[in-house]
C-alpha cells in the first residue's frame, strides 16, 4: 500500500513555526513518526513524504497520484481555507486515491477564516487538533479506509 503524504505552504517551518500553536516537532520528527507507525502497522505500507510552498506544484501532485499511489494524505495548511484548486485535484482522483486531511492545529478554535475548509468535502474525513501525533492517526485512517 502507498501512501502519499503532502505539506502545503509554510509547514517546512514546523519546530521554531508558532511552536505554541503547532507544537516543537520539525517536518522530519513527524515523517519518521510516520514510518515508525507503517512499520508497527505492518502488510508493506510504504509512504512518500512531501512539503511545497507552490500551490501549483501541490495540485500537479495530486494529479499525478492515479495509477501511483493508493491513498493521501493532506495537510494544505493556508490552501486549505482558498484553494479550489487544490479541492478539484482531490476531487479528480479520489474515485482511485482517496485523501485523508489532518491539521496540526484545531482551526475551528482559532480566527474564523480558518473555520472553513474548501479541501475537506474532497477528502474522506479529516483530523486535527493533535499536532504532529495527528498525521499518525490520518495514517490509521486512510489504511482503515483502504482495507475496506
Ligand atoms: C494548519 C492550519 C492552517 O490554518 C494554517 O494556515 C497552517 C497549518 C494546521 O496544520 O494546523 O499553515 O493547516
Given at each position: 500500500m502507498k501512501i502519499l503524504v503532502l505539506n502545503g505552504p509554510?509547514?517546512?517551518?514546523?519546530?521554531?513555526?508558532e511552536p505554541e500553536i503547532y507544537?516543537?516537532?520539525?517536518l522530519a520528527d513527524i515523517e519518521a513518526e510516520m514510518k515508525a507507525c507503517a512499520d508497527r502497522l505492518g502488510g508493506g505500507i510504504s509512504i512518500e513524504f512531501r512539503q511545497t510552498n507552490s500551490e501549483a506544484e501541490l495540485i500537479t501532485w495530486i494529479g499525478a497520484t492515479r495509477g501511483e499511489y493508493d491513498g493521501i494524505i493532506i495537510?494544505?495548511?493556508?490552501?486549505?481555507?482558498?484553494s479550489l484548486g487544490v479541492c478539484d485535484a482531490l476531487k479528480a482522483v479520489a474515485d482511485k486515491v482517496p485523501a485523508v486531511e489532518v491539521h496540526?492545529?484545531?482551526?475551528?478554535?482559532?480566527?474564523?477564516?480558518?473555520?472553513?475548509?474548501?479541501?475537506?468535502?474532497?477528502?474522506?474525513g479529516q483530523i486535527m487538533g493533535?499536532?504532529?501525533f495527528g498525521y499518525s492517526l490520518a495514517l490509521r485512517a486512510i489504511v482503515h479506509h483502504l482495507k475496506g
Open positions: 509554510n509547514l517546512n517551518l514546523l519546530g521554531t513555526r507544537g516543537i516537532e520539525t495537510n494544505p495548511a493556508a490552501l486549505t481555507h482558498t496540526l492545529s484545531n482551526t475551528h478554535r482559532r480566527e474564523e477564516i480558518r473555520h472553513k475548509s474548501l479541501t475537506a468535502p474532497a477528502c474522506v493533535f499536532q504532529g
